[in-house]
Protein backbone atom coordinates (compact mmCIF):
# COMPACT_ATOMS: atom_id res chain seq x y z
CA UNK A 1 0.00 0.00 0.00
CA UNK A 2 1.11 3.52 -0.95
CA UNK A 3 1.60 5.85 1.67
CA UNK A 4 2.26 9.59 2.04
CA UNK A 5 3.33 10.73 5.08
CA UNK A 6 3.22 14.72 5.84
CA UNK A 7 5.21 16.75 8.85
CA UNK A 8 4.30 18.33 10.37
CA UNK A 9 1.01 18.17 11.32
CA UNK A 10 0.38 21.29 12.66
CA UNK A 11 2.19 24.31 12.33
CA UNK A 12 1.34 27.87 14.01
CA UNK A 13 4.03 30.98 13.02
CA UNK A 14 4.70 34.37 12.77
CA UNK A 15 4.20 37.03 9.70
CA UNK A 16 6.92 37.05 8.15
CA UNK A 17 8.94 33.31 9.13
CA UNK A 18 10.10 30.88 7.08
CA UNK A 19 8.74 27.48 7.11
CA UNK A 20 9.10 23.98 5.43
CA UNK A 21 6.17 21.17 4.95
CA UNK A 22 7.99 17.19 4.22
CA UNK A 23 6.07 14.93 2.35
CA UNK A 24 7.65 11.52 2.28
CA UNK A 25 7.02 7.84 1.08
CA UNK A 26 9.09 4.72 1.13
CA UNK A 27 7.10 4.59 -2.76
CA UNK A 28 7.98 5.88 -5.97
CA UNK A 29 5.38 8.33 -7.39
CA UNK A 30 5.02 9.06 -10.72
CA UNK A 31 3.84 12.45 -9.88
CA UNK A 32 2.92 14.69 -6.80
CA UNK A 33 0.94 17.51 -6.29
CA UNK A 34 0.41 20.38 -4.11
CA UNK A 35 -2.80 21.40 -2.73
CA UNK A 36 -4.17 24.33 -0.75
CA UNK A 37 -7.60 24.09 1.44
CA UNK A 38 -9.40 26.63 3.41
CA UNK A 39 -12.30 25.86 5.45
CA UNK A 40 -15.18 24.86 4.36
CA UNK A 41 -13.86 24.99 0.34
CA UNK A 42 -12.37 22.37 -1.22
CA UNK A 43 -8.71 21.72 -2.31
CA UNK A 44 -6.72 23.94 -4.66
CA UNK A 45 -4.23 22.56 -6.82
CA UNK A 46 -0.32 24.53 -6.51
CA UNK A 47 1.66 22.77 -8.03
CA UNK A 48 2.17 19.67 -10.11
CA UNK A 49 6.26 17.94 -9.77
CA UNK A 50 6.97 15.28 -12.49
CA UNK A 51 10.62 14.56 -12.99
CA UNK A 52 13.03 13.70 -10.00
CA UNK A 53 14.90 16.94 -8.49
CA UNK A 54 12.46 19.19 -9.99
CA UNK A 55 12.03 22.49 -8.36
CA UNK A 56 8.59 24.97 -8.82
CA UNK A 57 8.33 28.41 -7.80
CA UNK A 58 4.83 29.89 -7.32
CA UNK A 59 5.40 33.62 -5.82
CA UNK A 60 6.96 32.61 -2.22
CA UNK A 61 6.42 29.42 -2.49
CA UNK A 62 9.29 26.51 -3.55
CA UNK A 63 8.30 23.11 -4.47
CA UNK A 64 10.77 20.56 -4.65
CA UNK A 65 10.94 16.82 -5.85
CA UNK A 66 13.26 14.37 -4.32
CA UNK A 67 15.31 12.88 -6.68
CA UNK A 68 14.05 9.03 -6.59
CA UNK A 69 10.36 10.44 -6.72
CA UNK A 70 9.66 9.36 -2.98
CA UNK A 71 9.57 12.51 -1.62
CA UNK A 72 8.64 16.25 -1.71
CA UNK A 73 8.77 19.46 0.34
CA UNK A 74 6.87 22.51 0.17
CA UNK A 75 8.96 25.86 1.22
CA UNK A 76 7.53 29.15 2.23
CA UNK A 77 9.17 31.96 2.47
CA UNK A 78 8.28 34.90 4.35
CA UNK A 79 4.94 33.83 5.08
CA UNK A 80 1.71 35.82 5.64
CA UNK A 81 -2.10 35.63 6.85
CA UNK A 82 -3.50 34.44 3.55
CA UNK A 83 -0.71 31.46 3.34
CA UNK A 84 -3.17 30.30 6.30
CA UNK A 85 -4.69 27.11 5.39
CA UNK A 86 -4.64 23.43 5.20
CA UNK A 87 -1.29 21.46 2.87
CA UNK A 88 -2.04 18.57 1.19
CA UNK A 89 0.58 16.55 -0.99
CA UNK A 90 -1.24 13.93 -3.00
CA UNK A 91 0.83 11.39 -5.42
CA UNK A 92 -0.59 9.70 -8.03
CA UNK A 93 -0.07 6.26 -6.93
CA UNK A 94 0.51 2.86 -9.34
CA UNK A 95 -2.99 3.17 -9.85
CA UNK A 96 -2.75 6.36 -11.99
CA UNK A 97 -6.71 7.25 -11.10
CA UNK A 98 -6.61 7.56 -7.44
CA UNK A 99 -4.62 10.53 -5.81
CA UNK A 100 -3.05 8.94 -2.57
CA UNK A 101 -3.71 11.81 -0.03
CA UNK A 102 -1.15 12.71 2.46
CA UNK A 103 -2.15 13.03 6.04
CA UNK A 104 -2.60 17.25 5.44
CA UNK A 105 -0.04 19.80 7.52
CA UNK A 106 -2.13 22.52 9.23
CA UNK A 107 -0.58 25.83 8.77
CA UNK A 108 -1.64 29.38 10.96
CA UNK A 109 0.07 32.67 10.07
CA UNK A 110 -0.41 34.93 12.82
CA UNK A 111 -0.12 38.68 11.86
CA UNK B 1 -14.70 28.12 -17.04
CA UNK B 2 -12.29 26.32 -15.03
CA UNK B 3 -14.69 25.42 -12.14
CA UNK B 4 -16.06 22.60 -10.93
CA UNK B 5 -19.61 23.80 -9.15
CA UNK B 6 -21.38 21.99 -6.56
CA UNK B 7 -24.35 22.46 -4.82
CA UNK B 8 -26.10 22.39 -2.37
CA UNK B 9 -22.90 24.13 -0.45
CA UNK B 10 -25.08 22.92 2.85
CA UNK B 11 -27.47 20.36 3.41
CA UNK B 12 -28.87 18.91 6.47
CA UNK B 13 -31.16 15.44 6.39
CA UNK B 14 -32.35 13.22 8.52
CA UNK B 15 -31.70 9.64 8.30
CA UNK B 16 -35.06 8.92 6.47
CA UNK B 17 -34.73 11.43 3.63
CA UNK B 18 -33.57 10.79 0.01
CA UNK B 19 -31.35 14.07 -1.27
CA UNK B 20 -29.07 14.70 -4.36
CA UNK B 21 -25.83 15.92 -4.32
CA UNK B 22 -24.72 17.98 -7.73
CA UNK B 23 -21.92 18.34 -9.55
CA UNK B 24 -20.87 20.18 -12.73
CA UNK B 25 -18.43 21.31 -15.10
CA UNK B 26 -17.71 22.78 -18.55
CA UNK B 27 -14.02 22.22 -18.92
CA UNK B 28 -14.87 19.08 -21.17
CA UNK B 29 -12.94 16.76 -18.50
CA UNK B 30 -13.98 13.52 -19.19
CA UNK B 31 -13.26 12.30 -15.69
CA UNK B 32 -15.09 13.12 -12.49
CA UNK B 33 -15.13 11.82 -8.81
CA UNK B 34 -16.42 11.88 -5.35
CA UNK B 35 -14.45 12.45 -2.58
CA UNK B 36 -15.72 12.15 1.04
CA UNK B 37 -13.62 14.63 3.89
CA UNK B 38 -14.08 13.90 7.87
CA UNK B 39 -12.80 16.80 9.61
CA UNK B 40 -9.14 17.44 9.86
CA UNK B 41 -8.62 14.26 7.37
CA UNK B 42 -7.74 14.14 4.15
CA UNK B 43 -10.09 13.53 1.02
CA UNK B 44 -10.95 9.54 0.92
CA UNK B 45 -12.38 8.69 -2.78
CA UNK B 46 -15.80 6.66 -3.76
CA UNK B 47 -16.51 6.76 -6.74
CA UNK B 48 -14.93 7.86 -10.47
CA UNK B 49 -16.33 8.23 -13.97
CA UNK B 50 -14.85 7.60 -16.78
CA UNK B 51 -16.51 8.92 -20.14
CA UNK B 52 -19.74 9.00 -18.07
CA UNK B 53 -18.95 5.50 -16.64
CA UNK B 54 -18.53 4.01 -13.54
CA UNK B 55 -15.18 3.08 -13.37
CA UNK B 56 -14.33 2.54 -9.77
CA UNK B 57 -16.57 2.10 -6.93
CA UNK B 58 -14.17 2.25 -3.57
CA UNK B 59 -16.78 -0.48 -1.90
CA UNK B 60 -19.12 2.57 -0.74
CA UNK B 61 -22.24 1.64 0.74
CA UNK B 62 -25.03 1.35 -1.23
CA UNK B 63 -26.87 4.35 0.30
CA UNK B 64 -24.77 6.03 -1.77
CA UNK B 65 -25.31 5.99 -5.31
CA UNK B 66 -23.76 7.75 -7.91
CA UNK B 67 -25.33 9.27 -11.31
CA UNK B 68 -23.34 10.47 -14.67
CA UNK B 69 -26.04 11.80 -16.65
CA UNK B 70 -24.05 13.37 -19.21
CA UNK B 71 -20.24 14.51 -19.69
CA UNK B 72 -20.93 17.53 -17.06
CA UNK B 73 -22.95 16.37 -14.60
CA UNK B 74 -22.55 14.01 -11.51
CA UNK B 75 -24.75 13.65 -9.09
CA UNK B 76 -24.93 11.56 -5.67
CA UNK B 77 -27.58 9.81 -4.27
CA UNK B 78 -28.54 9.91 -0.40
CA UNK B 79 -31.07 7.39 1.14
CA UNK B 80 -31.06 6.01 4.57
CA UNK B 81 -27.85 7.40 5.45
CA UNK B 82 -26.38 7.59 9.11
CA UNK B 83 -25.20 10.47 11.39
CA UNK B 84 -21.66 9.14 10.71
CA UNK B 85 -21.82 9.70 6.68
CA UNK B 86 -21.66 13.65 7.89
CA UNK B 87 -18.99 15.03 6.12
CA UNK B 88 -18.18 17.84 3.23
CA UNK B 89 -18.56 15.83 -0.13
CA UNK B 90 -16.18 16.79 -2.97
CA UNK B 91 -16.49 16.22 -7.01
CA UNK B 92 -13.36 16.50 -8.71
CA UNK B 93 -12.87 16.35 -12.32
CA UNK B 94 -9.52 15.78 -14.25
CA UNK B 95 -8.70 15.42 -18.13
CA UNK B 96 -9.30 11.95 -18.34
CA UNK B 97 -8.70 8.93 -15.98
CA UNK B 98 -4.82 8.49 -16.28
CA UNK B 99 -3.98 11.86 -16.87
CA UNK B 100 -4.87 13.52 -13.45
CA UNK B 101 -1.73 12.64 -12.06
CA UNK B 102 0.22 14.95 -14.26
CA UNK B 103 -2.42 17.64 -14.78
CA UNK B 104 -4.04 18.11 -11.36
CA UNK B 105 -7.20 17.55 -9.73
CA UNK B 106 -10.15 20.65 -10.27
CA UNK B 107 -12.10 20.28 -6.87
CA UNK B 108 -15.31 21.77 -6.32
CA UNK B 109 -16.18 23.98 -3.25
CA UNK B 110 -17.54 20.69 -1.94
CA UNK B 111 -21.68 20.10 0.22
CA UNK B 112 -21.08 20.10 3.82
CA UNK B 113 -23.82 17.63 4.99
CA UNK B 114 -24.83 17.12 8.10
CA UNK B 115 -27.11 13.64 8.82
CA UNK B 116 -29.44 14.25 12.26
Known amino acids: TQLLEQSPQFLSIQEGENLTVYCNSS?????LQWYRQEPGEGPVLLVT?????EVKKLKRLTFQFGDARKDSSLHITAAQPGDTGLYLCAGAGDSSYKLIFGSGTRLLVRP | DTEVTQTPKHLVMGMTNKKSLKCEQH?????MYWYKQKAKKPPELMFVYSYEKLSINESVPSRFSPECPNSSLLNLHLHALQPEDSALYLC???????????????FGSGTRLTVV
Open chain 2, 92 to 106: ASSQDLGTGGASGYT
Open chain 1, 27 to 31: SVFSS
Open chain 2, 27 to 31: MGHRA
Open chain 1, 49 to 53: VVTGG
